[in-house]
Nanobody, 117 residues
Framework: VQLVESGGGLVQPGGTLRLSCTAS????????MSWFRQAPGKERELVAA????????NYADSVKGRFTISNDDAKNTNYLQMNSLKPEDTAVYYC???????????WGKGTLVTVSS
């Protein structure tokens, strides 16, 4: 299983980015897909998660109303749409896949998001 993130970069406050997580050798229907982030000097934290059916999503309070997580099963890709970005959103963002039945976790290598003027 391989998860590859993309879409990070430098954006001004109030700006928008869309992160992508493309999975290989993994079927989304068997996994809970999530995004975590880790800012310098801080612990990794859960940002957003989506069930395999896409019917349930969960967000950190700090991103509710600004971020949206979704799956494109046909492309085997998960997305994190990030709007109204703030400097405190600056972090390395990691894609995670956790097996519904196995509980096994897979991680991507991360993509850096920097929000700064």
């Amino acid at each position: 299983v391989q998860l590859v993130e993309s879409g990070g970069g430098l954006v001004q406050p109030g700006g928008t980015l869309r992160l992508s997580c493309t999975a290989s050798r993994l079927t989304f229907s068997y996994y809970l897909m999530s995004w975590f982030r880790q800012a310098p000097g801080k612990e990794r934290e859960l940002v957003a998660a989506i069930t395999s059916t896409g019917g349930t999503t969960n967000y950190a309070d700090s991103v509710k109303g600004r971020f949206t997580i979704s799956n494109d099963d046909a492309k085997n890709t998960n997305y994190l749409q990030m709007n109204s970005l703030k400097p405190e959103d600056t972090a390395v963002y990691y894609c995670n896949a956790r097996g519904r039945f196995s509980g096994i976790n897979y991680w991507g290598k991360g993509t850096l998001v920097t929000v700064s003027s």
